[in-house]
T-cell receptor
Framework: GAGVSQSPRYKVAKRGQDVALRCDPI?????LFWYQQALGQGPEFLTY????????KSGLPSDRFFAERPEGSVSTLKIQRTQQEDSAVYLC????????????FGPGTRLLVL | KQEVTQIPAALSVPEGENLVLNCSFT??????LQWFRQDPGKGLTSLLL?????REQTSGRLNASLDKSSGRSTLYIAASQPGDSATYLC???????????FGTGTRLTIIP
C-alpha cells in the first residue's frame, strides 16, 4: 500500500517568508510525528499527534513553528518568518496505533532558507 | 535527557565481510530500540525493532541485540553487499512516550 508522502519535496524560501509543509500519513495510522534533521545529524523530534490531538510539542524550537492535524489524517507543519537556521530536512512519520509500533517515515521536505 | 551515541561515524569495509555497528544510550528506561537505514536524499526505512524485554531480533542478514542494563545495542550485518551502503541510525523512545531520540548515525560504505 501507499507509504507516508510529503510535499513539497524541496522548498526554497527567502528569509522572513512563511512556509507550509504537508504530510499524508499511511491511511488509518493513529500516531503522526514531525522530526527535523540538520545536515549530518540524526532527526530531532518536533511534535506528535494522536489522531487530531497534539499530545507533545516540546520539540518545536520556537513559537514560529506550528503544526496541526485537524481531521486526524493529513498534517501541516507551518513555519512563520523563516530564518536561515530553519534550513533542514523535515521528516514526517506515522505509526499504526499508540502501542509503540514501528514508525514509518516519509521522504522528507528539504527546506532551504536564503 | 536521553543521549544516543553511534560509533564510528563512518565505516568502509570490503564486500562480503561481516560487520558490527554500535549504539549506546544513557537512560535505560526505554520501551524499545529501533534501527533504521537512510539512503541519501530519502527518508528512513525501519530495519528492526527490539522490545525492551527482548535480547535480540533478526531479519535476513541483519541481527540486532539489546543490553538495556549497559545501555548498548549492536547491529550485525552478515555477508555485506554494496546495496547495504547507507547511513544506519538507532533510536529509542522513553517509557510512556513515542517520540524517538536518534543517534547521529554511522555512514556505511561497502566496497565492491
Amino acid at each position: 500500500g501507499a507509504g507516508v508522502s510529503q510535499s513539497p519535496r524541496y522548498k526554497v524560501a527567502k528569509r522572513g517568508q512563511d512556509v507550509a509543509l504537508r504530510c499524508d500519513p499511511i491511511s488509518g495510522h493513529v500516531s503522526l510525528f514531525w522530526y527535523q534533521q540538520a545536515l549530518g545529524q540524526g532527526p530531532e523530534f518536533l511534535t506528535y499527534f494522536q489522531n487530531e490531538a497534539q499530545l507533545d510539542k516540546s520539540g518545536l524550537p520556537s513559537d514560529r513553528f506550528f503544526a496541526e492535524r485537524p481531521e486526524g489524517s493529513v498534517s501541516t507543519l507551518k513555519i512563520q518568518r523563516t530564518q536561515q537556521e530553519d534550513s533542514a530536512v523535515y521528516l514526517c512519520a506515522s505509526s499504526r496505533d499508540i502501542y509503540q509500533e514501528t514508525q514509518y517515515f516519509g521522504p522528507g521536505t528539504r527546506l532551504l532558507v536564503l | 535527557k536521553q543521549e544516543v551515541t553511534q560509533i564510528p561515524a563512518a565505516l568502509s569495509v570490503p564486500e562480503g565481510e561481516n560487520l558490527v555497528l554500535n549504539c549506546s544510550f544513557t537512560d535505560s528506561a526505554i520501551y524499545n530500540l529501533q534501527w533504521f537505514r537512510q539512503d541519501p536524499g530519502k527518508g528512513l526505512t525501519s530495519l528492526l525493532l527490539i522490545q525492551s524485554s527482548q535480547r535480540e531480533q533478526t531479519s535476513g542478514r541483519l541481527n540486532a541485540s539489546l543490553d538495556k542494563s549497559s545501555g548498548r545495542s549492536t547491529l550485525y550485518i552478515a555477508a555485506s553487499q554494496p546495496g547495504d551502503s547507507a547511513t544506519y541510525l538507532c533510536a529509542v523512545p522513553p517509557f510512556g512516550n513515542e517520540k524517538l531520540t536518534f543517534g547521529t548515525g554511522t555512514r556505511l560504505t561497502i566496497i565492491p
